[in-house]
């Protein structure tokens, strides 16, 4: 008999529903048994491309005699991370209190009130290598709970009073100045693996945010450093096994420190932004290969990422057929089948594929040496050997399809689709491409129309269901990528929406005697704290977000007030910005536009007109990250609810542009040579 997750539409739970565990999802009901019956409540979170999730799954949750020890002694409830971000801040938060780490599967012993006093992540089944075993850790808390009350209230009461002091902003009456980015960079540097690119040692993770910083460090410091940090990652990230060298796009994380061997999931969230940063590169130096990275990640998205509605679907597991890994790895013999022996020699060589393998006795492709020193070995031209590599890749990539697929977590996330929004929307006016631009446009369309209801943006789709009350990141990555989006098509719709959206937000998400951000509306749900996270982790925070696109819409829509929240929230997080700039990744991106005099760029004419695309082109062909673009075809540009383009035309009938930066205006150009020496160059 399936339990009560038979009904959600999270893959993540539905894998859950056929469990012998009792499994409630989150909600009045498991909350009030726990009280009916005072159990505590065992909260389980995790996500469906977790491979650690899996694996306390198969050891524990289908374990009939685990499962009756939880049955017998709690009320048993599984949360999806990506749907209910904020249970999962609020229980992060309190697990990282009690054990000084977090991560998932996570699993927190909360009273039937849901204030947690314990919790940990992953569990064996037996007592292992100092783990207590999970039957050994049910039976304990259980009989503390009924034993040692008074402990337990204790211990929640402290834990309560830490987490309502973490959520507190501190005001800051310092000023905001470039001090703060010298200081982000400084640590920056010192952390920085010089050797093998990142941060830190093994694991390594992408932290794409903090690099988008180090460019715009480059470009307003004209530090050669934080570009070559840049570059070197960006570089060695493409060659390593994190990409897919076959299919395009990004896995999770290393599991090294050499990019060789990842976590094999796949995150939309992920690909989003290193695309992103990979497209910025690109416009920075005109490296070919950031280009062709870039390409490649969107494409794979395009092909097996996108639902025919138009949303972003958002995982991609890293097990198939019980193994972590095995869809993406290869024999030399595999590869040899498929091109034959000469050409797959020459192709296994350039991905450094072996017959003992670099990944339990088999290959995950990379690219140990660039093709500048491996084609002379190999006796041709780095010309040919661009051509057979070129020439290789779809019939392997077409063998690897006809493997047994990793699962697909499709729900679609208002998030997360606001992130690959915005990032089809920019590649689709640098690239030229407009199967891009044909993405973004789908996927805003998407979101207003099948993810909202009565005026409110919902949180998840799937299956033709959308549910959930959005949260603070829906709200501002959407109207960051609708922002994009009008800037990819200049058709007012998309700005306008993103304005309602901004307002929405600033209604239900801030609080004006802090000055800053809540992630839940004021009408959410009531939970032991109101959750509020101000650190830019996998993804960037809401409120990082949210500053990013107020300040923005100020200059778009000349109100003032925008420019005064957003400064104010970034001013709260003054203490951290330059000292734990690891965390801080997207808040320094918005520092940097906030510190900058940013071009305000209006192009008038006719977007399907020669002129026109040749002015444009010129804007998105070189790397401006602090800069809103605004845009009409003659005859619209006199609208006043659009500052940017009053009492603007063409001159002489031509596509006319008009540069304006630190409250003065260049004189109106029209070939596109002089728009480029605006510009700078």
């Known amino acids: 008999m399936p339990n009560r997750l038979i009904n959600e539409t999270s893959p993540y739970l539905l894998q859950h529903a056929h469990n012998p565990v009792e499994w409630y999802p989150w909600g009045e009901e498991a909350l009030q048994r ?3 019956e005072d159990k505590p409540i065992l909260l389980s979170i995790g996500y469906s491309a977790c491979h650690w999730c899996h694996v306390m799954e198969r050891e524990s949750f289908e374990n009939e005699e ?14 999806d991370r990506e749907e209910r971000p904020d249970l999962d801040s609020v229980y992060m938060n309190a697990v990282q209190a009690l054990t000084g780490s977090g991560g998932w ?3 927190v012993f909360l009273t039937p009130e849901g204030k947690p006093f314990y919790g940990g992540t992953y569990f064996p089944p037996v007592d292992t290598r100092g783990m207590p075993g999970f039957p050994s850790v049910l039976l304990g808390i259980s009989q503390a709970y009924s034993t040692r009350r008074g402990d337990v209230v204790q211990a929640t009461s402290q834990l309560l009073s830490h987490m309502q002091h973490l959520s507190r902003p501190v005001r800051s009456l310092e000023p905001l100045s470039p001090d703060l980015t010298h ?8 952390s920085y693996d010089y050797q093998n690119g990142g941060f830190g040692m093994a694991p390594k993770f992408p932290q794409a945010m903090t690099y988008e910083f180090l460019l715009r460090y480059s470009r307003a410091s004209n530090s050669p450093r934080a570009l070559e940090m840049v570059e070197d990652t960006l570089h060695r990230m493409a060659m390593g096994g994190i990409y897919d060298q076959i299919g395009g796009g990004f896995h999770r994380y290393s599991t090294d420190a050499y990019w060789l061997v990842p976590h094999f999931e796949k995150m939309l969230y992920d690909n989003a932004l290193l695309s992103k940063l990979y497209l910025h590169a690109y416009q920075a130096t005109r490296n070919p290969l950031y280009r062709r990275i870039t390409a490649e990640t969107l494409d794979y998205v395009l092909r097996e990422m996108t639902d025919p509605k138009g949303g972003f679907y958002s995982t991609q597991d890293a097990d198939s057929e019980g193994v972590e890994g095995k869809f993406f790895v290869w024999s030399l013999e595999e590869i040899q089948a498929v091109l034959g022996e000469d050409e797959g020699e020459l192709i296994a060589g350039y991905f450094g594929v072996t017959e003992a393998g670099n990944f339990e006795g088999k290959n995950i492709l990379n690219v140990p040496q660039g093709a500048d020193s491996f084609a002379p070995e190999a006796g041709m031209s780095v010309g040919e050997l661009q051509e057979k590599v070129a020439a290789a890749l779809p019939p392997l990539l077409e063998t690897r399809d006809r493997r047994i697929h990793p699962a697909l977590d499709d729900k679609v996330l208002s998030s997360w689709n606001g992130l690959m929004m915005r990032s089809f929307a920019e590649a689709a006016s640098t690239l030229g491409r407009r199967d891009y631009l044909e993405a973004a446009v789908s996927c805003a369309t998407f979101l207003l129309e099948e993810m909202r209801a009565d005026g409110r943006l919902l949180r998840t789709w799937r299956d033709g269901r959308a549910s959930l009350k959005a949260y603070l990141e829906d709200y501002a990555f959407v109207a960051d990528g609708l922002l994009a989006v009008y800037e990819a098509t200049f058709d007012r719709r998309w700005l306008e929406e993103a304005r309602s959206l901004c307002d929405t937000m600033l209604a239900l998400f801030w609080d004006e005697g802090d000055l800053t951000f809540y992630d839940t509306g004021h009408d959410h749900e009531a939970l032991i704290v109101r959750p509020r996270d101000v650190f830019d982790n996998a993804i960037p925070c809401g409120s990082s977000v949210a500053v990013d696109v107020l300040l923005r819409m100020s200059i778009f829509t000349g109100e003032s007030d925008y420019s005064r929240r957003g400064a ?8 951290y910005l330059g000292r734990a700039p690891l965390g801080m990744g997207h808040w320094l991106c918005a520092l940097d536009f906030y510190l900058s005099s940013p071009r305000e760029i209006a192009i008038i004419g006719d977007r399907s ?3 026109t695309r040749a002015l444009l082109e010129v804007v998105y062909g070189r790397y401006l990250p602090n800069k809103v673009v605004a845009g009409a075809a003659v005859g619209t540009a006199g609208d006043g609810a659009m500052p940017l383009l009053q009492d603007r035309g063409m001159v002489d009938g031509k596509a006319t542009a008009y540069v304006c930066e630190n409250y003065t205006c260049q004189l109106p150009v029209t070939a596109p040579g ?8």
């Open 674 to 681: 002089d728009l480029a020496a605006q510009l700078g160059g």
């Open 568 to 575: 104010a929230s970034l001013r709260s997080m003054h203490q």
């Open 609 to 611: 007109e020669a002129d």
């Open 66 to 79: 685990i499962a009756g020890i939880m049955n017998e002694h709690y009320v048993n409830i599984k949360v």
């Open 183 to 190: 200081q982000a960079y400084q640590s920056l540097a010192q």
């Open 105 to 107: 599967p996570m699993t």
């Open 34 to 36: 726990a009280k009916d």
